[in-house]
């Protein structure tokens, strides 16, 4: 699906200015999400989480300040610091578009509910899998008998521009060997149909070589 745009675009030395023709609050969101750099970045969540408990923004920019090759990213209003270690990046990705939300175990119902879906390359096939059988053994090596699965499965992190978009788990019991990479991935969240196809531009264009910004 296309983001599009009611205005011209025009050349202004070292810049590009877009004018939008009516400047309508759809067009603003749109404008505000191709500003957004769309980088992309998948982790493994527990082992590169420097501290569980959420911090301020300050906290956070501290902590990660304190050893090279950190990170700080917003999840759920809290702001956490990762070993900037991702098992994927935009380089693994094929492409991206606005979906309806489907079960991504087999006799899972979807929600129904929009989500944007994620295909990867040949090398990307190939991390998706390592990572999320990393994932799901790492459960079961945690797995206490008795104890339903949900309770010690481990999550991997999709980050957007340094914001979690989705903290998915692998239940070991059902996936043991982790998810086929063939099968892509799904970022599911509150989306409507607009907000879902404007990251999926992003996301599918890739990071831009330079930076937009708003004026």
Same mark, same amino acid.
Do not use: C, K
């Given at each position: !699906?296309?983001?599009?745009?009611?205005?011209?675009?025009?050349? &202004?030395?070292?810049?590009?200015?877009?004018?939008?023709?009516?400047?309508?609050?759809?067009?603003?969101?749109?404008?505000?999400?191709?500003?957004?750099?769309?980088?992309?970045?998948?982790?493994?969540?527990?082992?590169?989480?420097?501290?569980? &408990?959420?911090?301020?923004?300050?906290?956070?920019?501290?902590?990660?300040?304190?050893? &090279?090759?950190?990170?700080?990213?917003?999840?759920?209003?809290?702001?956490?610091?990762?070993?900037?270690?991702?098992?994927?990046?935009?380089?693994?990705?094929?492409?991206?578009?606005?979906?309806?939300?489907?079960?991504?175990?087999?006799?899972?119902?979807?929600?129904?509910?929009?989500?944007?879906?994620?295909?990867?390359?040949?090398?990307?096939?190939?991390?998706?899998?390592?990572?999320?059988?990393?994932?799901?053994?790492?459960?079961?090596?945690?797995?206490?008998?008795?104890?339903?699965?949900?309770?010690?499965?481990?999550?991997?992190?999709?980050?957007?521009?340094?914001?979690?978009?989705?903290?998915?788990?692998?239940?070991?019991?059902?996936?043991? !060997?982790?998810?086929?990479?063939?099968?892509?991935?799904?970022?599911?969240?509150?989306?409507?149909?607009?907000?879902?196809? &404007?990251?999926?531009?992003?996301?599918?264009?890739?990071?831009?070589?330079?930076?937009?910004?708003?004026?």
């Amino acid at each position: !699906d296309a983001v599009a745009l009611a205005g011209t675009v025009r050349a &202004e030395a070292d810049e590009v200015v877009v004018d939008l023709a009516d400047d309508t609050a759809a067009d603003r969101r749109t404008l505000d999400a191709l500003t957004r750099p769309g980088r992309l970045a998948m982790y493994d969540w527990e082992p590169n989480l420097v501290r569980e &408990e959420p911090s301020t923004l300050e906290q956070a920019d501290r902590l990660a300040g304190r050893a &090279e090759g950190r990170r700080v990213v917003e999840h759920e209003g809290g702001w956490y610091v990762l070993e900037d270690n991702p098992a994927l990046t935009n380089g693994d990705l094929a492409g991206a578009e606005q979906v309806i939300e489907v079960a991504m175990e087999a006799g899972t119902p979807g929600s129904g509910a929009r989500a944007v879906a994620l295909t990867f390359t040949d090398d990307g096939e190939t991390a998706f899998e390592n990572l999320t059988r990393d994932v799901a053994r790492r459960g079961a090596e945690l797995a206490t008998p008795g104890v339903p699965a949900m309770n010690n499965a481990q999550h991997f992190a999709i980050v957007v521009d340094g914001r979690v978009t989705a903290l998915p788990y692998i239940n070991y019991e059902q996936a043991p !060997d982790g998810i086929d990479g063939a099968s892509g991935a799904q970022i599911s969240g509150d989306f409507t149909l607009q907000t879902a196809r &404007e990251l999926a531009a992003v996301l599918d264009s890739g990071p831009l070589p330079g930076t937009l910004a708003p004026q």
